[in-house]
């Protein structure tokens, strides 16, 4: 039985900056965020003076001001890549406490052009603290970075299950084929980037070692990403011009912080989240038709289908690997072309959430946003983001109208 909060809010829009991936001037934070912000008021209709409620990863005051806004509720949450699922849970609760009825999630990261700035424009603090205990205990035992954190995820998958690196090569196989539907992802085609097209797993397992066993095509990109949603109360919802894509579940949790107090590497608080959101929305794995889940690492999306009840322990590869989540598969997944060759600006969950409202929403296959197949028939969509290390995690299910 669905919950109180089940459907209480609608997201009714979604966009991105003008120009995302690998711009050629470069890009601050806050001019992706605004350009994403105008994109979706224009595309709802719903002037950004009606906007009560700035969910931002640590932007939203700044936001705020810059919008001229003074809103009634400010969230600045920022836990890593599923802070924005995060946010759609706390608006719904907010929606449904009747403090706001126009809420504003918003994301801006230049994780490519601060390479050309050298940091500046990011919003964030540089450098760091010799003294945080992550510096302290955990870089000493070979953890000191993203790669060599998952690399110890795969690593122990392969040895608990028998899996294997190639297994997952299959992961970014797949996604590549959802980015050469999207004329935006930059690994659409060799026009879009010199090794973009398509890819095979020998491909993935013969590029650069990162870190072992991880290879560059297992790894995320990092680029520049703008992304904005709306979110209203029901009666918005059924007034502007565009179609709602409902929020029936939310759930959030975190298991760590620091990777070494993980309990276990093959398993993730998306569990735990995930069946609050299908406890919230009276529905289940069997029941979600599409998936939207973060795929930082390829081992990250296949853990996480995992944590999602979409496939058995050790297993979650093969949704891949037996072409269940490609185009034309019975469970789509990451139809963008993912963070492994859409786009990744170091918190992904934005990303997510533009990609389930215009599957949702019959939008996803414009000319713009997607070319003929990329556009799926699911009305139904568990979209999971995480964040640190394999460590807090926000899921969503959202349905059709």
């Not at 991880?214 to 990092?222: A, E, P, S």
Request: net charge negative; proline share 5%.
């Amino acid at each position: 039985m669905p919950g109180a909060l089940s459907r209480a809010a609608a997201i009714v829009g979604a966009a991105e900056a003008k120009e995302i991936g690998y711009p050629e001037t470069p890009k601050t934070a806050i001019q992706l965020h605004i350009e994403a912000i105008k994109a979706v008021s224009e595309q709802t209709g719903i002037p950004i003076s009606r906007i009560n409620g700035v969910f931002g990863a640590g932007w939203s005051s700044q936001i705020a001001e810059y919008l001229g806004l003074h809103p009634a509720y400010i969230d600045t949450t920022s836990v890593g890549g599923c802070s924005f699922e995060m946010h759609v849970h706390h608006a719904l609760a907010a929606i449904h406490a009747g403090i706001i009825d126009v809420a504003l999630v918003t994301h801006g990261e230049n994780g490519w052009s601060q390479r050309a700035t050298g940091g500046r424009g990011t919003g964030r603090a540089r450098g760091m603290d010799p003294w945080d205990p992550g510096s302290l205990y955990t870089n000493p035992y070979g953890v000191s970075g993203a790669p060599s954190n998952y690399s110890h995820a795969m690593t122990r998958h392969n040895h608990r299950f028998g899996s294997t690196p190639e297994d997952f090569a299959h992961i970014s196989v797949v996604t590549r084929q959802w980015a050469t539907l999207n004329p935006r992802a930059v690994m659409h085609s060799k026009e879009t980037h010199p090794f973009g097209g398509p890819i095979t797993v020998e491909d993935v397992q013969n590029s650069r070692l990162v870190s072992w066993p991880l290879t560059l095509l297992h790894i995320c990109l990092v680029t520049d990403y703008g992304g904005a949603i709306l979110i209203t109360s029901p009666e918005i919802a059924k007034s502007v011009k565009t179609k709602p894509v409902w929020i029936a579940g939310a759930g959030e949790s975190m298991s760590h912080s620091n990777m070494l107090e993980m309990d276990d590497f093959t398993a993730t608080s998306a569990a735990a989240s995930s069946a609050a959101a299908y406890r919230m929305a009276g529905m289940g794995p069997e029941d979600m038709e599409m998936a939207m889940v973060y795929d930082s690492f390829t081992i990250t999306a296949g853990i996480t289908v995992e944590m999602l009840g979409l496939a058995p322990r050790g297993e979650g590869f093969t949704l891949w690997k037996d072409g269940h989540a490609a185009p034309g598969g019975r469970l789509p997944i990451n139809t963008n072309g993912g963070g492994l060759s859409f786009n990744h600006s170091g918190m992904y969950g934005m990303q997510l959430l533009v990609e389930a409202y215009r599957q949702l929403s019959g939008t996803a296959e414009d000319g713009v946003n997607g070319l003929k197949g990329k556009q799926t028939s699911a009305r139904s969509c568990v979209v999971n983001g995480t964040g640190g290390s394999l460590s807090t995690t926000g899921t969503l299910v959202l349905v059709s109208d």
